[in-house]
């Protein structure tokens, strides 16, 4: 089975351009979440949704940052203008929701994002 | 808000020997889950190990165990028979019950030594 897939693998850009992170999670999975990694902070959670709705937003940064999820398929993760301090690798996960035993997250392999 | 600590940022451990990393929580609640996750080079999150906070007996899986101490809060993980590709960043995780948010600690970076 496909595991959670994300693109760009890398991704090289200068301050203020757009940045767009795609990810398409497990299929029958009802719940994808978006993490960022950065040596200061760690693993944050930005934000997750459940059944393409987001539930929880809070993580997100600021206004710069949006995510989407038009389908239970797809989802993206929109930089708009992108900074320098947005260098980071960031993670998609799905997971089966509440409807699992434990909720156990399946990461796809990142995304590092650099901004110049 | 729930947290998680490692207080060990950096760990070695030779070859076919045992190493512990430690974890600690905060949280009101009584229902929840934790985990802990690797993550070798390769950057991929990889689940290890899990544990539900109502079930008294550790888990474990292979050459990994878990010392659950749910009064003191604890959650440290147990590498038994270190291999090399045992090699990576270990993220112990909290998930309280009902919610889907998963919250990470710092992570531990360990390394087995030929």
């Known amino acids: 089975d496909a595991g959670v897939i994300q693109s760009p693998r890398h991704e090289v850009t200068e301050m203020g351009q757009e940045v767009t992170l795609r990810c398409k999670p497990i299929?029958?999975?009802?719940?994808l979440f978006w993490y960022r990694q950065t040596m200061m902070r760690g693993l944050e959670l930005l934000i997750y949704?459940?059944?393409?709705?987001?539930?929880?937003d809070s993580g997100m940064p600021e206004d710069r940052f949006s995510a989407k999820m038009p389908n239970a398929s797809f989802s993206t993760l929109k930089i708009q203008p992108s900074e320098p301090r947005d260098s980071a690798v960031y993670f998609c996960?799905?997971?089966?929701?509440?409807?699992?035993?434990?909720?156990?997250?399946?990461f796809g392999e990142g995304s590092r994002l650099t901004v110049l | 808000a729930q947290t998680v600590t490692q207080s060990q940022p950096e760990m070695s451990v030779q070859e076919a020997e045992t190493v512990t990393l430690s974890c600690t929580y905060d949280t009101s609640e009584s229902n929840y889950y934790l985990f802990w996750y690797k993550q070798p080079p390769s950057r991929q999150m990889i689940l290890v190990i899990r544990?539900?906070?109502?079930?008294?007996q550790n888990a474990t899986e292979n050459r990994f165990s878990v010392n659950f101490q749910k009064a003191a809060k604890s959650f440290s993980l147990k590498i038994s028979d270190s291999q090399l590709g045992d090699t990576a960043m270990y993220f112990c995780a909290f998930r309280q019950g009902g919610s889907e948010k998963l919250v990470f600690g710092k992570g531990t970076k360990l390394t087995v030594n030929p």
């Open positions: 996960a799905s997971s089966l929701g509440t409807g699992g035993l434990t909720g156990e997250l399946f």
């Open positions: 299929s029958g999975h009802n719940s």
């Open positions: 949704f459940n059944n393409n709705v987001p539930i929880d």
């Open positions: 544990q539900e906070a109502y079930k008294q």
